[in-house]
């Protein structure tokens, strides 16, 4: 099936005219990435802009990736966390359901809504017990997309995300604040690292190869939900310590605690089970944590070395 449609990254995001038309080489660089339909960033409120486009697209498969999705911010903004998260993937259900000609939906669930489980490892079957504002509007974005799969016959599945990360990850979140740290002690243009709590565990991958899963799952005949993890969890200081050694540093000689990185309720003991990922689409996570901290301080150091940090930064 060729999908009819557009390319676009960022097509509801405002004030962004640059954003249009950009295909971000890494995440969608294959050729069967093209001419589907991505959706991004927070704007999921714009419904009409939505339904205009997807009407005249007439896309095959739509992935919606949109919503805000900083933990630790939504604790700050849980109402506007829930409009974009929840709510904007409700009124995208919704648009779907009407089009004549409904896309394969695809909603980027998170492990956040499993918070703080009893099970270890997670898989599709695990009560949902989220303790961010951010897990509880994703539990509901994950139990409407299910809905409308059960009860309305839509083509809609949830990838269920553990956390993934490249070099294009945002430095507020924690793998790439401490790649670029180290890159930047390690070149003289920082002085120190100032983080939260370091005991917190996650199951990180590497993104791209969580996008090849999500392209994968619109393919299958029949839409499920299916948890996409390496399967294996580290701490917040496993991969500070395994950054700063990239580049020669042992870590505890340039870390300070800073309680307002710390959040008031942490998830905790997050690691997922990929089996059903890996049976029905024969997908497994391949970058271990190893793996992709050399990609992602190599990377922060190339960049810092052509464009080294004006000020010291945090
Ligand atoms: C799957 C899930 O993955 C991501 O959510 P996240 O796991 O909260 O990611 P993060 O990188 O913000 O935090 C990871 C851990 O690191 C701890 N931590 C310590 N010190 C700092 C610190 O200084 N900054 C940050 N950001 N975290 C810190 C923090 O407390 C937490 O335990 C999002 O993509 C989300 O959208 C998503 O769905």
Request: proline share 8%; no cysteine; hydrophobic share 25%.
């Given at each position: 099936m060729l999908a009819k449609g557009y390319t676009v990254h960022g097509l509801v995001r405002r004030n962004s005219s640059t954003q249009r038309t950009r295909l971000d080489p890494l995440f969608f660089?294959?050729?069967?990435?093209?001419?589907?339909?991505?959706?991004?960033?927070?704007?999921?409120?714009?419904?009409?802009?939505?339904?205009?486009?997807?009407?005249?697209?007439?896309?095959?498969?739509?992935?919606?990736l949109a919503g805000q999705s900083h933990v630790g911010a939504s604790f700050e903004i849980p109402e506007s966390t829930c409009q974009f998260t929840a709510m904007g993937t409700l009124r995208l259900l919704e648009i779907v359901r009407d089009l004549a000609k409904q896309p394969r939906f695809l909603h980027i669930s998170s492990s956040e809504i499993f918070g703080r489980p009893d099970a270890?490892?997670?898989?599709?079957?695990?009560?949902?017990r989220p303790v961010s504002p951010y897990g509880v509007a994703k539990a509901f974005a994950t139990n409407?997309?299910?809905l409308y799969?059960?009860?309305?016959?839509?083509?809609?599945c949830n990838a269920i995300c553990y956390n993934h990360e490249s070099p294009r990850r945002g430095e507020s979140f924690v793998t790439r604040k401490i790649t670029r740290a180290a890159a930047a002690i390690s070149l003289g243009q920082q002085d120190k690292l100032k983080m939260g709590s370091l005991d917190a565990r996650r199951d990180w991958g590497y993104a791209p190869e969580y996008v090849d899963a999500m392209w994968r799952m619109l393919q299958h005949d029949t839409?499920?939900?299916?948890v996409l993890a390496t399967g294996t969890a580290h701490s917040v200081q496993d991969f500070l310590s395994a950054a700063f050694a990239a580049v020669g540093l042992n870590w505890k000689n340039h870390y300070e605690v800073d309680p307002r990185f710390m959040r008031p309720a942490e998830a905790s003991r997050l690691v997922g089970d990929?089996?059903?990922?890996?049976?029905?689409?024969?997908?497994?996570a391949e970058t271990d944590l190893a793996g992709l901290v050399t990609k992602m301080v190599n990377h922060d150091v190339e960049q810092l070395q052509l464009k080294p940090l004006q000020t010291i930064s945090q």
């Open positions: 660089g294959k050729p069967e990435y093209k001419d589907r339909l991505f959706l991004h960033y927070a704007d999921l409120d714009d419904v009409t802009t939505i339904r205009r486009v997807l009407t005249k697209a007439e896309p095959d498969e739509l992935y919606h270890q490892p997670q898989n599709e079957q695990t009560p949902m409407m997309t299910r799969r059960e009860s309305f016959g839509t083509f809609a839409p499920d939900d299916y990929p089996g059903h990922a890996q049976r029905q689409l024969g997908w497994k």
